[in-house]
């Protein structure tokens, strides 16, 4: 219990200070599938970030960057793919190729 | 070898092009859902050939992807029929194709391993294709309900998606 005016004060300032510092909250950004379609099909979003998918079709979907990581997306499920490093990236469907999607991932 | 592929390939597309051109009078919703469900068994058949034959793990992958989507959808279709009250019925269109699936099939079943998986890889894509075309000219068009159109329009965005995997699939074989 502090009664000290000058001490709350200070902890006011540091406090809303360190808020200021700390980087905006990391964000989980949905995309969802609707008729072998990605909505929406462009992402900007930032390193930290997760993007969900959420498969309404009753297809097996896939979120796969040509070279790079693969989520499998089954019927009526969702699946998770945290962003780790800044880029540009297409991704596809690998059983529907004609499935495109585009991920801008910021520093 | 390349030769009789061909003709063969000709001669299915002439047998194909010749009957969607016959039913270019405008197929009834009944016979519309009776040929995009034939159309599906086709390939599913075909895809149960190729993972009964193939030893290569990407043909066998792409085929039970076919299997699994086919099914998927086919399911749909007789969900949509059974709900709109709508008995598919069997037309010359349904009967072409299965007659020339039927002549496919026994052409793929004298050939083994790399000869094989190039042979169905690339009579998917072809197959896809014209099923593709079919469904843009034809059967869209045709469809008078919005429900069955619906399906259809999914269908097609499917089968594009099919196509190209099978073309993607057949690079890989090269
Ligand atoms: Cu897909």
Redesign the pocket.
């Given at each position: 219990m502090s009664a000290n005016p000058a001490r709350r004060a200070f902890l006011a300032l540091f406090l809303g200070a360190a808020a200021i510092a700390v980087p905006a909250q990391a964000e989980t950004i949905q995309v969802t599938?609707d008729r072998?379609v990605y909505a929406p099909p462009e992402i900007q979003a930032k390193v930290g970030d997760e993007i969900e998918w959420i498969n309404k079709?009753a297809?097996?979907?896939?979120a796969t960057v040509q070279g790079g990581a693969e989520v499998l997306l089954p019927p009526k499920k969702s699946g998770r793919l945290p962003l780790q490093e800044p880029g540009s990236f297409d991704y596809i469907?690998?059983?529907?190729p004609n499935?495109k999607g585009h991920i801008t991932v910021r520093p | 070898m390349t030769i009789r592929l061909a003709t063969a390939a000709a001669a299915i597309a002439l047998l194909l092009g010749g009957n969607w051109a016959l039913a270019a009078d405008k197929p009834t919703d009944p016979q519309i859902a009776h040929i995009a469900y034939t159309a599906g068994v086709i390939d599913i058949e075909a895809a149960k050939q190729a993972i009964a034959t193939s030893k290569n793990k990407t043909v066998v992958e792409f085929a039970e992807s076919m299997v699994r989507d086919h099914e998927s959808v086919n399911k749909q279709a007789l969900d949509l029929v059974k709900k709109l009250n709508v008995t598919p019925e069997d037309n010359d269109t349904s009967k072409a194709l299965a007659q020339a699936a039927e002549t496919k099939r026994a052409e793929l079943a004298k050939l083994t391993g790399d000869d094989f998986d190039k042979a169905y890889v690339e009579n998917e894509a072809a197959y896809h294709k014209q099923v593709n075309g079919a469904l843009e000219t034809l059967l869209i068009p045709s469809a008078q309900n919005t429900e069955l159109k619906s399906l259809l329009e999914t269908g097609l965005k499917l089968f594009q998606?099919h196509q190209q995997h099978a073309e993607h699939v057949a690079t890989e074989l090269k």
């Open positions: 599938i072998l079709d297809l097996v979907h896939t469907c690998r059983y529907h499935m | 998606g």
